[in-house]
């Protein structure tokens, strides 16, 4: 593939959810459709939860993840890490005022954790053909 960041980052701005997977302390997956909130190329993509989502209990013990975008002819497998976080810088990136719902203390509420994950490769599946590729650091 020429231009991964390019096709691969093009392909997710079209797409409003993604599955992601967790993996458990006795090596299960566990998998979980999601909505992306913000990216930065192809390499950093953030996602909102709460501090209850179970997922964020397994990501701190093991953060290994993977991120799935796809429509019926096409996909990306994205492979990495999983952080989570709850700093204000973090959370004010993601923040919508439509949060204000679930989120009743605002952006400042305790219950809002950022997940960031970061890509380290990937596989893109089109056209009847698949290609590996690294993601870069930019």
């Not at 953030?46 to 953060?63: I, K, Q, V, W």
């Amino acid at each position: 593939m020429k231009n991964a960041k390019k096709t691969v980052g093009d392909f997710i701005d079209r797409l409003s959810v993604c599955v992601m997977t967790s993996v458990d302390k006795d090596g299960f997956p566990h998998t979980k459709a999601m909505r992306p909130r913000k990216r930065d190329g192809i390499k950093h993509i953030y996602f909102s939860t709460n501090a209850l989502y179970d997922g964020t209990e397994r990501y701190l013990e093991n953060p290994k993840a993977c991120v799935y975008f796809f429509t019926e002819d096409k996909a990306v497998l994205l492979i990495g890490t999983m952080e989570v976080l709850s700093d204000k810088a973090s959370k004010k990136m993601i923040w919508k005022t439509s949060d204000e719902q679930y989120y009743t203390k605002g952006m400042d509420d305790p219950d809002i954790r950022v997940l960031k994950f970061t890509a380290q490769s990937g596989r893109y599946y089109g056209d009847g053909e698949s290609e590996d590729f690294a993601v870069e650091l930019t």
